[in-house]
């Protein structure tokens, strides 16, 4: 397939052409023809590296009611991805080479993105023993990130063989960072608002305690760490001061915490109920700086669709989590672009490039210049639209944006030159 994109503005810059042929970009400039090639108009639109998720919940196998690896992933090509990390808490669990690679095929069959399954640090998640690790590595999924996301690897002797294990493939644990008995029976963020409402807190300290010890873990065994859905600005400063020592630690901050505050919870809308909960305003502003100055690595959705009686309950009774794929990058324009925080080059960089770089992705966070791989996004920066959940690609509907207005639109996505998404329309 050989497509000529006339006119986009590539990171923000000058008008220009793309000619994608044969799965790559094979020029770049201005007046491009192509005989018989499928012609984009793109006046007036951003065109962005392929976005890469390094968190996303896909369901499959197990909770197929919420959704499935085709599904998400047609979500994920709307929001402009290319790929997408699926995390390791399904039904089986994906701690064996066998289940990641089930996700790896369900993720090549459906064609939208490149679906790279996240294997289990500890079997079945239940922070006990180390799951196979180098069995997944070596596996067909040929995994790179290992995470017991919804659960903390709470051990620090398990952690530390974690990291050291993982050093041999030049893997990376992606921690989520929560001490356990400092959070049981937490419903929200802890302080005066949870006290008025009656909610049990969740203790920024339950957070950043384990991300201190982790850095410190880190930098003893020499491995890479990756910190999960950062959410105060105490963790942001911890990143900082390790980073600063030259520690290997990454981080991301989801987009639900770059523009939501703990303020939703006073609605009692169980939409707003996540884990890590959202937080102060305080801790916002932190969060919004940190990504800016690079201490946090990348934007990663941590989509979390769930099916309509696991959310639609009591607050106490709902499970956590929300949708993220579809408005991660309207979010982070609203957030981070329009106040002057990054420019399209640091979108790039925050959603792009350092993912593709934590996940080890080839192919995937490349410069749009000739020669590199078509994986890219055309964006309408101009465009706003107000969130319908009905409208979503998702097969849930937990949206914590609906019936907010935010800006972008995501007009065309290209995976190795093809479309998957044209005129804001998936195309499978």
């Known amino acids: 397939m050989t497509v000529l994109i006339k006119g986009a503005r590539v990171l923000g810059g000058d008008p220009a052409d793309l000619l994608l042929d044969d ?45 499935t690896v085709e599904t998400g992933s047609r979500a994920a090509a709307l929001g402009g991805f290319t790929a997408v990390h699926a995390m390791a808490n399904t039904d089986p669990v994906a701690d064996t080479a066998g289940v990641v690679e089930q996700v790896w095929r369900l993720g090549r069959q459906s064609g939208l993105v490149d679906v790279v399954p996240v294997g289990a640090v500890t079997v079945g998640l239940r922070g006990e023993r180390l799951a196979e690790l180098g069995a997944m590595a070596d596996s067909a999924a040929r995994v790179r990130v290992f995470s017991d996301d919804g659960h903390c690897v709470a051990d620090p002797a398990l ?28 419903q929200m963020n802890e302080g005066d608002l949870s006290a008025r409402l009656g909610l049990t807190g ?6 950043e305690a384990v991300v201190a010890r982790d850095v410190l873990l880190a930098e003893h065994v020499g491995a890479r760490l990756h910190v999960c859905h950062v959410s105060t600005a105490g963790s942001v400063e911890i990143l900082r001061w390790a980073k600063s020592r030259g520690v290997q630690v990454t ?21 707003f109920k996540v884990n890590p909960p ?8 932190a969060l919004r700086a940190g990504l800016a100055d690079g201490t946090i690595d990348a934007v990663a959705t941590d989509h979390a669709p769930h099916a309509v009686e696991d959310k639609e309950s009591e607050w106490a009774q709902a499970r956590p989590g929300m949708l993220g794929l579809e408005q991660a ?40 210049t000739p020669g590199e791989p078509a994986n890219l996004l ?12 009905a409208a979503l690609a998702s097969r849930s509907r937990n949206s914590p944006y609906a019936g907010r207005e935010l800006p972008g639109r995501v007009v065309a996505t290209f995976l190795r030159g093809e479309a998957t998404v044209l005129d804001g329309k998936a195309q499978k």
């Open 23 to 67: 799965g790559r970009i094979a020029a770049v400039g201005g007046r491009l023809s192509a005989t018989g090639a499928t012609v984009v108009d793109a006046d007036g639109l951003v065109a962005l590296p392929g976005l890469v998720d390094l968190h996303t919940h896909l369901r499959e196998p197990g909770r197929e009611d919420a959704e």
């Open 159 to 186: 952690m530390r063989r974690a990291l050291e294990y993982v050093k041999a493939f030049d893997g990376v644990v992606a921690q989520h960072a929560e001490e356990p008995r400092l959070t049981a029976g937490a």
């Open 202 to 207: 969740w203790p920024a300290a339950a957070e």
């Open 251 to 271: 981080a991301e901050v989801t987009p639900h915490h770059l523009l939501l505050t703990e303020a939703a919870a006073a609605s009692y809308d169980p939409v």
């Open 278 to 285: 959202l937080r102060t305003d305080t801790d916002v502003q």
């Open 329 to 368: 990058l309207s979010v982070v324009l609203e957030t981070l672009v329009e106040p002057g925080l990054l420019d399209w080059a640091g979108v790039a960089d925050r959603m792009a490039v350092r993912p593709a770089a934590i996940g080890r992705l080839d192919g995937h966070g490349r410069p749009l």
């Open 378 to 389: 055309l964006l309408d920066p101009a465009a706003r639209a107000v969130v319908d959940p």
